[in-house]
């Protein structure tokens, strides 16, 4: 169907071209307009078109083995999309739905090869927008694959949580217990026997029950508990981490599993299949022989 060719000047695709070539390619493209969450084409589909998006936005996204959706693209005024299914001619690689009320220019494989002709640097546009297609589906598979709890919660560290931390690390280790028994010895002997006595006849500076040392060592506790505290939450946020990533690792393993079972299926009624057709052939030939 013809269109006005008015509707391709404003797009960058078709900026080069002069009226005689844009009038020529505006009489064999087509409009399509899809209303809001309307379906363009589902994954899997045959693809004979690539689309201009004219006006809306189109999303591109499809979906991994444990059914989650995965956008890879939101297109928008002056993009577009479905060129690698319209240059190998297979399937398409993606679902195309319509964010908001979408018109779309479409144009075949004869359509593109008369845009190529009357403007070879189309192709090399093309080819650039296949190129940051590629780039964003292997950030993708690089963010996707299985994560590391461990890697994942550091990359998100404070400062305030790093020194929580090392201190609840400190606190239950062998180095804190020796220092501490040490730091009690040293000052109670201090303050018992080694200090002269003051005017009031007590031992050195904090005498019996050392009333400093104990307040010193309830602050210490006070404060201990709160980066224990600390460390404790950021430890539950890694323990969620790790149970997500659990979680879709078995979704993953599941999911093969069940694959195996129905290639084992598969190979097994093909296998009955085979040995029927073998036993129906051994019939076939034993017949003849025992009429005679």
Known sequence: MAVDPALLEDMEFFKLLDDED????????????????????????????????????????????????IILDITRPGDFFGEIALL??????????????????????????????????????????????TRKADELLRTRVSRNANEEAAENLTLLQRIADWLAWFSGSMPFLIIHAF????????????????????????????????????????????????????????DKVRSDIEYDVNIKAELEVAELHQKADHIHEEMLRRFTNLEKLLAQRTTPAEEV
């Open 183 to 238: 730091w009690f010895v040293i000052w109670i002997s201090l303050n018992t026997f080694v200090l002269p006595r003051n005017a009031d006849g007590a031992v050195g500076f904090d005498p019996f029950p050392f009333g400093l040392l104990t307040m010193i060592v309830s602050l210490e506790a006070i404060f201990l508990a709160c980066f224990v505290l600390i460390s404790q939450n950021r430890q539950a946020q890694k």
């Open 22 to 69: 844009r009038r020529a390619l505006a009489e064999v493209v087509d409009i399509i307009k899809l209303d809001d969450n309307q379906t363009l084409f589902q994954a899997g589909e045959p693809g004979e078109s690539l689309f201009l998006v004219r006006e809306g936005e189109v999303e591109l996204f499809i979906k991994d083995t444990t059914g989650q959706k």
């Open 88 to 133: 190998d001619a297979g399937p398409r690689t993606a679902t195309a739905v319509a964010l908001t009320p979408t018109e779309l220019i479409a144009l075949d494989r004869e359509d593109l090869m008369l845009l190529f002709g009357k403007k070879p640097a189309a192709a090399l546009h093309m080819l650039a927008a296949m190129g940051r297609m």
